[in-house]
């Protein structure tokens, strides 16, 4: 079984920089996790892919945040992060770190079978 537990979730002005992170307890990769992953809901809408990583260690991002976020992660720390720079006033949501089966569906939720309690980014104008 797979634990997630995101944190670093607060206000922000817009322009400011974030880092998300995700502590995993149990065993992820290289046993049932092969992708791990950042997505975020904003009230209202539905849950949207930000950012993964694989086995790997490639890396996947929704178009339009990519140069802004880094997704990267410490093997001994069995931590996943998310950096975001630039915030903007839609970033605004919480996020979510989970872990999933496939690389290949990095972007899809039902791909991933666990997932974290949130953490919340809100961004000021």
């Known amino acids: 079984q797979v634990q997630l537990v995101e944190s670093g979730g607060r206000l922000v002005q817009a322009g400011g920089s974030l880092r998300l992170s995700c502590a995993a307890s149990g065993r992820t990769f290289g046993f049932n996790v092969n992708v791990m992953g950042w997505f975020r809901q904003a009230p209202g809408k539905e849950r949207e892919f930000v950012a993964a990583?694989?086995?790997?260690?490639?890396?996947y991002y929704t178009e339009s945040l990519k140069g802004r976020f880094t997704i990267s992660r410490d093997k001994v720390k069995n931590t996943l992060y998310l950096q975001m720079n630039r915030l903007k006033p839609e970033d605004t949501a919480m996020y979510y770190c989970?872990?999933?089966?496939?690389?290949?569906?990095?972007?899809?939720?039902?791909?991933?079978?666990?997932w974290g309690q949130g953490t919340q980014v809100t961004v000021s104008s």
């Open positions: 990583i694989s086995w790997d260690d490639t890396t």
């Open positions: 989970a872990g999933g089966r496939s690389s290949a569906r990095y972007a899809s939720t039902d791909n991933y079978n666990y």
